[in-house]
Structures are given as structure tokens and as C-alpha cells.
């Protein structure tokens, strides 16, 4: 097969897609002109030669990535940086640059670099006070110095409260003594942290006066500017390989009573004065906006990775054969197998309903941020507690439907040129960082029981628990998508109810508050996943309905069919709820069984239309098995040979040790 | 915290285990002298320093992680070979070693010599005539020659009728023509085919006097003795780096016209006479018996490297403490969370469940070998659709549950020296290497479907479908292990029926037999799953119930516990099938769900002891995490410094990229 031809199973896939391609591309990037603008950047960043790996990354010795991730970083910052445009406003860069994914073509593992974008400068922008803001951002801005931003220790993650990192200030010369008192105490995990920033932003428990004043930044320099040595007092390094994200360089940093001038406290909000008078925050609550930031963006990236994912194992499956159905015919693309459907498009229409989520999350946290500024904190809590939950079941669901799209390429996944288990690898942890998945489900929980019981006293509900206080039973069956969605809400209702009713009695059994609640958590954390489950349903509904008004029929229809997929496999996962909650019977069950079938079949001839609108560049993808040509075998041997093993035909290990060996001489 | 001394925590789990954790280990062995023999093995392969990594293999580049293998392949053959008792029958030696994993304290990522033990060897003894045995085999195993087995090829993994590597045969010369006629026809996947093994026994489609006469194994030498250089007409290299198993050395191996000699062709079975006469083997079934052979020892795999993650998770969860559950309290151990109890507990119990299991599958297969040599062949089938069945449940569930204990141990997890994700890595493939896992379930819906077909007619059942034909309805709940057990072959009764149905109807409304088969399919997996679990917990059950009565009452007890433990569990994850099917109601389910839990408080203070008693020693955990005596951060920093980016406390990359480039000269 030629290198330029297209393989022709994916060209007659292509030709009978039903729908325009490109007009759900520009759907799904908000827009024709942000379809241009993220083509444009992507073009001019994939012509810089010196950015692609001659030897892929996976063959280098983990400090050989390292050293090229960090020559990559620099090149990439320096494309970047020209293509930007300095007018645009922060939350419009954000709003149309969701499905920007260039920085995965050019890391596999991610950049050492990262964090002081994504954490170290909006550290700076949200806890500096308007002096240091001045002094610090305009450093971090010109990469005069590189940060990062170290909170999680090595014996705290989640439980912020928990964390041993002392700052106790010392009037007698104006300073903030750093300690790490334990070997927990350490810091763990900040990208850039081991060999790469000179500067971080360091959470600690404050001390002054005697008295401790909670959870504080301070903005410590780690590495002399000129020698880049670590500073006396600091101890750095990195903590070693991991699952993924081995070129971020992710350190460890400790402090043997390190002394740092008083203005290095960030002071936004609480401040220290010279003779060491604390002075708390207005408002400690808006922190909470910086982290409802973050997950928003996990909800989107989530969506982003899925749809990488089974774009590749689409394409795959129409290319590769397999098996005879008939056996007269040839072997069948294994896109043709139902089971192979089932694994598969799921994976789409769950990208879809989290990316659409992910924009309604973003204008919920850009409208309840302008009332914040207006002081007004009345929506904050019912944000948090979206965002957690949402955060939760991206992250779940993107990690099972990857490693399912994995699995679908049966041995081929597991090649590392297939990038599958790379991808698995970048979205597996939003499940642990900011915020282990139990315990933010276990915080919806606490929300939703005190929404509970407000409803009982008679007391309004926000928006998202509004169902809460709808106590009428569904009568009858409703097989429709909103017939659906209320059966869920229903669910979720009845989950809520029964979990408060267990809470409440282990507590009249004798058990405290917290043994009844730890003992009620599993099927507290249960109703917490029901809730998330009827609100990414309703929402994935509503806000389709809401945004396709202006597209073509057929590019509509096919929408509607992710959506009505992902309400019915939705439903088939949780018979068992609905059963126990709504009138459902075995005979519904039969016809939604039929229409899941019917559905599949529907959506089969649309299946590589669908992904090839994601429009991933081939560069995106890093995948033998999911380049736009099908190309499939051929590049699976191309990558195979570039493995530095394969550039000489006979290992030198053979005369050193397998020869000797055979010949009994070893 | 001392080197020698136990955390204090753990130490504390231990002196509260109401079971004696020697005699669990012992039962696990079966008998207290496979325990003192599997020790004594461990001890001297573990007594040898070479063995050792200075820097564990993560850190090494893939050609010299490739290399170090090579190196401790080597030396670890020769220790192990030193223990063997060459009296012992290889069917008894198997039998006593199953829970032998001194492998994996030596390979992280397995040996580049395991497929000429596991594969290469065995091939020559089931498919070798006498004479070939006898020359063969010498030379196999003095390990004179490597060999590997080489069946999959780039473009046909399961489905085995579509190998198209051919083997021509020319009277002329006496020859086989070994041809590679496309790039799909390469073979892909051998592990030390790459630049190891220097023989290797291929399948391939077998042409005589211009017929097809199926796949046949072929002895092929594919590199000079002497040289090592692969010989002419045949092309070798390495696929590339994988998700797991880098240091197998996997290869692909492609022929132009490659030659030899008549009697290489592996003839016990098959075989061509000098004219190219070809005589059909006796019994093609009688293969089947080697890929039963191979699933059985899949199961225990699965078991046993379950039972590591498990073990790593629990121990790292009494150590670990966070958050605070009462204010006045210190921070609780994690494992005191149900919600953690939750997510661990069931990975000790399906441990337990899938290693009985893989016992019970054993002496099942040991019994239909000795009828297949008596020529009887009518066990046969059932054995096959069992072993497929139970493969495919203890590879699914082991990687649910593996990766369910990584993430149990939040971000440390994520680090490789936690060996969790590594324990993942050789998990995972287990669900596509052997059979992949639909497919094998559709093989074995097919076998039900058959089976309800005769069962129909009035014809016997075998004993492990024998319930397909209780038709009597469960009148009343019955909540005991043994009514569960029950109330899941109900459900895989009444699934299988359902799926009958579908695919009967589809039929009937036009559809041929193979499409009708392909739209029912997400029903008839579905279907060939509850027949699966249904079967494993009735075994899990039945076969704990046989072989306990003579342990102590209080260990009978903790067994007993787990037993139970699995069957809830599975009846909470199966509440839709069993409202579908049986007479449950909710009161019925409230019940379960309060049982779960005080299951859940009764195992808790056995936890430790139960993932002691899999009595792995540290060097086969390989765990920071999980390690004995529970210094988990000790650990952890100091697996990081070992890490060779923390040998220097400046990197190169600084003075060459970082300094330039903040100083804006690059």
C-alpha cells in the first residue's frame, strides 16, 4: 500500500457517513472561526521539525526524557508564545480553546513546564496581594524564573487540613521560618518540582504568636538563580517513575528550618504583619472558585482523551478483519460485530456528553464568579458541589471507556505505538488528584443530605436538587429520553432517601454522627454516583436540544442518537435501580434492550464520520492504529523498527552472555 | 523510624488476627510441606546479590532494560535449575508450585527466556513424532538452542483459520517453502523471538500437491548458531515497547521463501511423506487439551497476582492515615473507612475464589486428559467451555480488582515503585492473549445455546449446565450462600432463554443464522457471563466447604466469611438480573445490604492477617507500599533517590536549555 493512499475500508467508510463531517467539527468547537483559529495554531506548531522525536520517547532511559522534554518544552513555550493573542481576554482564551490538544502531539508523558502555567502563575494572579502580583507575575510571565506549586506532602493529599509543612513567623527578623518536621512532612508530586523550577508557591500551616493560623501561601525560592543548586535548607529531588506523566519531572522538596523574608507570604487574603498580627481573609470560602476552575477543566480534558481513545479504535475496527460470519464471505471489518459496537460507541457519545457538560459547568462557574465579585456567595456551594461531582464521573468513565477502546484493539492495543495505554495513563490519575474520587463523592453526599433534610422542613432547593422535592411517583413507564431522565432522578431520589434512612438508623442504634455516617458511606458514595448520573443525562439532553437548533437535519439526527445511546445504555447499566424505583417491567427492559440494538445499527455507518470530526491530527494521535489513513500494519512496523534494538541484528548480549550460556560455558 | 523495626500499626493489625495466619498459608499451599518447599526455593534464588537491580529497571533505557534481562535470565535458569527435583512428574510439580511467584521478584516485567519453558518445550513434547522428540528436546532443554512458538501474526491473533504464513511443500527437493505472502502474515508477538531465541516453532498453513491441508507446526531455525545473524530468507526484529512484559523481548519474524528440510515439519499428529502424501492427524481435538492447559494456569495467575495488589493495598491502608472522621480523634488508618473495606476486601475474596477455582479446574483437567489417553473424548467440550468461561471472568475481574487496589492507594499508587501499575501491566493482557475475552464468551454462549437446545429435546445435560434444566420457579427468597448460589443459575437460566428468544426471533423475521447470532450477542455474552458466575461461586463454595474440615474453627470461620463476602458482593453488582429472575424484593435487598456490611466490620480485623497468609516476601511484592513492616514513606523516598536523575542536584539540561532560555538568549 502506498504512503499516501487511504486504506480503502476507512475511504468507503468515509463515503457513507450521513452527516457533514466538518459541520460537526465546528459544532463541537463552538464555531467555524475557533475550528480555523485551533487548525492554524496547530499547523504552524507541527512545522517545527526539531519539536518530533526522531527516536519515540518510550526507548530513552527515564533521565534521557527528561533531558528531551525539557529541550521540547522550551522550543514549544517560545511557537506558542508568537501565536498568541495578547488582546484576548483570559476567560475567552479558555472558552475557545477547549479542544486545543497540540500539546499531546508534542509530549506523550507531558511537559516539565506545565505547572508553571497551569498552577504556579494563577497561584500568583489568586493569592497575591496587588504589589507582589506585580513583582512576582511579571517574572513568571517573562519565564525569567520557572515555578511550580507544592501543597500535596508525601503523608497528605486530599485532607488539606492535614498538612505538616510549618511557616512560623519570627518578629526578631522578620521572617517565616519553613520546616518540614517529619519525613510525611515533605512535599510530593509538584511537576517541575525536581530538577526543573528555581521557584515555588509552598501551602504551610502557619504559626505566629504562638498561635496556628491555618493553611497559607508562600512563594519560596528552591534553586540559586545563577547555579541552579538547591538553597541551603532545602532538600530536592525527584520522586521517581510512575504510570505516566514521566517527562513532567514531579519532585520532592523538604526544609530544614529555611528562612524566608516576611513578604514572601502571599497576602491576598490573610496577612501577617511585621510584629507578627495575623490577619484572616475576607473570605475563605473563594478559594473554592480556583478549584472548580480545575475540575471544569478536568471535565473537558476528560471529554478530550475519550475522544482521542476511541477515535483510534474506531478506525482500527474498520480497518481490521477478523473471524468469519459467513462462511462464504470474507473475514468482517470488526466494526460489523455488535459486542464490537457496544465497547465502542458508547465511547463517543460519552465524549460528547462530557464535553457538552463541561461548557454548561463552564458558564455556571463564569456566572457564579461575576457574583462572587459582586459578593454575592449564595450559588457557591451548589457549584462545588457540581463540579465535584462531575469531576468524579468524567474521570471514572473516561478511564473505564479508554482501557475498553484499548481492549478493543485487542493485542495491538497493548503496543505502545498504538498510544492507547499512554492515554490510559494521562487520565487514570484525575481520579486521585484534586480530589480522591471517595471522598469528593463522599462531599456531594453531605450535600445532598442536608438538601434532604432542608426539603423535609420545607425549605427551597438549588436547581440540581430541585427533583429532590418532587415526590410523586411515576406511574407509568416513559421510555423517552426525559421519560428516562425523570426515572433517574427518581433513582436517585430513592437512593438518597434510603442511604439518609440507614444514616439515621445507625445513629438511633447508638452509633455517633460519624461511625453511622462511615457506616452508611457506601451507600452514601452510591447516591451521590445516581445523582451525578441523572444530572450529566439531563444536561447532555438539554443542552443538545439547546445548541443544534441552526445545524443541518441529518448532522441533528445523528446527535440525537449519541444522546438517546447514552440514556438507554444508561439505563440497561442500572436495571436494577429502576426496577426498584420506578414502575419499569421486564417487557420495558425488552424494548429498550431492542432499541440500544436498533440504535447501534443506526449509528454503525456514521461510526468513523463521528470520530474523524473529533479531527485529531494524525500528530495528535501518536497512533499506529489511528492515523487518519488506516494505514494500520504499515505503521505498526514503522514504529517497530524504530526501537533502538532493531538497529543491529544481533544483540551484543549474545556473545556476552547467550552464547557462552548455550555452549554450557556460563 | 528504624530499619528493622514493624510499623506500629501493622504490627497492632497483626496481634488482633483471630485465625492463625501459618495454617491459612499452609492451606493456600496445600499442606505444610509445599509451603517449606516453596520457601526454601525462594530463599536460595533470593540468597543470590546478581539478581539484584542497583537501579531498578524503570529507570534503564529499553535496550539495556533488554540487556539486564538477558543477564539475570541467565543466572536465574541456573539457580532454579539447581533446585529442581528431576524425580518429580511434571503434573505433580505443577500441582505443588502453582502458588510459586519467585519470578516476578527477579522481572518486574518478565524473563526473554520464559516461551522456551512455557511454549517451546511443551510444543516439541505434544506435536514432535518420537524421533523428532528425541532429538529435539535433548537440545531444548540443555538449553544447546533457545526456541520460541510462534502462532499470531499482524493481521490474525484468535482467529487461527486465518494464519496466512503458508508452508509449500516441493517433492523435488524435499522442502517446505516457509512464505510470508503479505505484511499481515508477519508473525508479531513472540516473546524472545526478537534477538533471542534462535529456533522457533511456526504454524503455518500447510499447501501439498496444490492442496490446503490447515495449519501445521514447522521446527525452524531462524539464526546462525554461531553468528546469531538471523539466516537468509528470513527477516527478525522487536515489535516495539508495550503496556507490560518489555523485557520478553517480543518479536515478528517474516519469511521470502525460506526453506527446509522435510522433517522439520512437527509430525505426531499430521504428517507429508517424501512423494508429499499428506495423512490427516488421529484426533484434532486432542489440541484442545494444551489451550485448556494454559487457561487453567491463567486462572492462577489471575489469583495470584491479585492476591499481591490486594496485599500491597491493605497493608498501605493501615499504615496510611487522613483525614479525621471524629474532631477529637487522631487521623484513622484508612482501612477503618468502609468505603476502603468496600473496595479491598472483595480482591481478597476473589483471590481466594479464582485460586480454589483454578484447583477444582486442574483436577477437572487432569481427569479428561486421562480419559483422552483411554480414547474417551465425551468430557471434552465441557472442560474447553469451562476453562474459556473461567478465563475469561479471572482475567476480567483481576484487572477490575488490581486496579481497584491501585486506586485505592490514591497517588502513591500511580507510582511504579508502589508495582502496582507494573501488577496492572501483566494483568491486562490476560483478557486478549489466549482467546480473546468476547470472543471466548460467544464460544462459550454457543455451547449454551446448544446445550438448551438438547436440553429442549429431552437429551442429558453436562454437569456444570445440568441447572438449565430445574425448571421450577424460586417461590421464596432464599438469602444463604447456597440460595444465592441458586438465584444466580436462575439468572443465567433465564438469560440464556432470553438470548434463545432473541436470536430465534431475529431469525424468524429474515435474518440468517450468523447475522441473527451477531445482533443477539450483547445478549448471549451476557448471557455466557452469568453462567460463568454462577459457576464460579457455587465452586468458590463448594470446594471451600470440601476441603476445610479439618482447619481450625476460627480460620473455617474467616474462609467462610469470604465465601459469603463474594456472594453478596456479586448479588449487589447483579440486583437488576435477580429482580428480573428471581422472587427478590427490597426488603429482601435492604437485608443483603446490612449483612455486606457487617461482613465488611467482621473481616476488618482479619484483613492484615488474611493478606499476610499469601505470605509473599518482599522481594516478590516489590512494593514500597506493601512491604512487611509497613515503612511506606521510608520506602518511598528511598526507591526515589535510587532514581538517576537524583544523582546529580543539577541537571545537564539546565546550563544547556533552562539558564539560556530564562535569561531570554534562547
Same mark, same amino acid.
Not at 427533583?467 to 406511574?475: E, F, P, S
Given at each position: 500500500m502506498s504512503k499516501t493512499a487511504v486504506n480503502k475500508d476507512l475511504a468507503s467508510e468515509r463515503a457513507k457517513c450521513e452527516f457533514n463531517v466538518e459541520e460537526l467539527t465546528n459544532y463541537l468547537d463552538g464555531g467555524r472561526e475557533n475550528t480555523a483559529r485551533r487548525r492554524r495554531i496547530e499547523d504552524k506548531v507541527l512545522s517545527v521539525e526539531e519539536l518530533k522525536d526522531v527516536v519515540p520517547e518510550e526507548y530513552l532511559s527515564h533521565k534521557e526524557k527528561y533531558e528531551n522534554a525539557i529541550r521540547k518544552a522550551i522550543l514549544f513555550y517560545k511557537v506558542q508564545k508568537n501565536l498568541e493573542d495578547p488582546k484576548q481576554p483570559e476567560n475567552e482564551r479558555i472558552r475557545i480553546n477547549y479542544r486545543n490538544m497540540i500539546n499531546s502531539a508534542i509530549f506523550k508523558d507531558n511537559s516539565p513546564l506545565a505547572l508553571h502555567f497551569v498552577m504556579f502563575i494563577p497561584a500568583i494572579i489568586g493569592q497575591a496581594s496587588d504589589e507582589q502580583r506585580d513583582y512576582w507575575l511579571k517574572r513568571a510571565k517573562n519565564v525569567e524564573i520557572i515555578g511550580t506549586y507544592a501543597q500535596t506532602e508525601l503523608g497528605h493529599g486530599t485532607f488539606i487540613r492535614g498538612l505538616e509543612t510549618t511557616a512560623t513567623y519570627d518578629p526578631a527578623t522578620e521572617e517565616f521560618v519553613l520546616h518540614s518536621p517529619t519525613l510525611t512532612a515533605y512535599k510530593w508530586w509538584p511537576g517541575g518540582l525536581a530538577h526543573t523550577a528555581n521557584y515555588c508557591v509552598v501551602m504551610a500551616q502557619l504559626y505566629t504568636k504562638g498561635k496556628s493560623c491555618g493553611i497559607q501561601p508562600f512563594m519560596v525560592q528552591i534553586r540559586d538563580e545563577e547555579t541552579h543548586m538547591p538553597l541551603p535548607g532545602i532538600k530536592l529531588g525527584e520522586i521517581g517513575a510512575k504510570l505516566g506523566f514521566n517527562t513532567v519531572n514531579n519532585g520532592f522538596l523538604g526544609f530544614d528550618n529555611h528562612r524566608i523574608p516576611r513578604d514572601r507570604m502571599l497576602m491576598k487574603n490573610a496577612q501577617v504583619s511585621k510584629d507578627g498580627t495575623f490577619t484572616a481573609g475576607a473570605n475563605s470560602k473563594l478559594t473554592y472558585g480556583t478549584m472548580v476552575y480545575v475540575r471544569v477543566l478536568i471535565v473537558n480534558n476528560m471529554a478530550n482523551f475519550l475522544a482521542k481513545a476511541v477515535t483510534i479504535a474506531v478506525r482500527y475496527s474498520a480497518v481490521r478483519r477478523q473471524s468469519k460470519l459467513k462462511p462464504e464471505d470474507p473475514e468482517p471489518q470488526i466494526l460489523d460485530y455488535v459486542t464490537q459496537q457496544h465497547k465502542l460507541f458508547i465511547g463517543i457519545a460519552t465524549s460528547h456528553a462530557y464535553s457538552r457538560t463541561a461548557l454548561w459547568l463552564w458558564d455556571h462557574y463564569a456566572k457564579v464568579t461575576s457574583e462572587l465579585n459582586a459578593g454575592k456567595l449564595d450559588n457557591l456551594p451548589e457549584l462545588h458541589s457540581l463540579a465535584c461531582c462531575l469531576k468524579v464521573l468524567s474521570a471514572t468513565d473516561a478511564a473505564v471507556l479508554v482501557e475498553r477502546s484499548r481492549l478493543a484493539c485487542g493485542g495491538h492495543g497493548y503496543m505502545l505505538s498504538s498510544n492507547l495505554p499512554q492515554t490510559y495513563g494521562l487520565v487514570t490519575p484525575a481520579s486521585t488528584y484534586e480530589g480522591e474520587n471517595t471522598v469528593l463523592l463522599l462531599q456531594v453526599a453531605r450535600s445532598l443530605v442536608k438538601a434532604w433534610q432542608q426539603m423535609l422542613k420545607g425549605k427551597p432547593l438549588t436547581p440540581s436538587m430541585s427533583?429532590?422535592? %418532587?415526590?410523586?411517583?411515576? %406511574?407509568r413507564w416513559d421510555g423517552s429520553v426525559n421519560g428516562i431522565i425523570r426515572a433517574f432522578q427518581k433513582v436517585a431520589r430513592g437512593k438518597i432517601a434510603w442511604s439518609v434512612t440507614c444514616f439515621e438508623k445507625y445513629q438511633k442504634e447508638g452509633l455517633s454522627y460519624e461511625d453511622a455516617w462511615n457506616k452508611a458511606s457506601v451507600q452514601l458514595t452510591a447516591a451521590a454516583e445516581s445523582h451525578g448520573r441523572a444530572i450529566v443525562v439531563q444536561v447532555f439532553k438539554a443542552e443538545t436540544d439547546r445548541t443544534t437548533s441552526s445545524l443541518s437535519l441529518p448532522l441533528r439526527k445523528a446527535l440525537d442518537q449519541l444522546v438517546e445511546l447514552f440514556t438507554l445504555y444508561w439505563a440497561l447499566e442500572r436495571l436494577g435501580d429502576l426496577l426498584l424505583y420506578t414502575p419499569l417491567s421486564e417487557g420495558d427492559i425488552r424494548d429498550m434492550q431492542t432499541r440500544y440494538e436498533e440504535l447501534l445499527e443506526k449509528i454503525r455507518p456514521n461510526a468513523v464520520g463521528l470520530v474523524d470530526a473529533f479531527d485529531f491530527r494524525d500528530e495528535i494521535l501518536n497512533s499506529a492504529l489511528g492515523a487518519y489513513d488506516g494505514r494500520v500494519y504499515e505503521r505498526l512496523m514503522e514504529e517497530a523498527l524504530k526501537s533502538p534494538l532493531n538497529a543491529e541484528p544481533v544483540n551484543s548480549s549474545f556473545h556476552k552472555y547467550l552464547k557462552p550460556f548455550m555452549r554450557g560455558k556460563l
Open positions: 427533583y429532590l422535592a %418532587d415526590q410523586n411517583r411515576i %406511574d
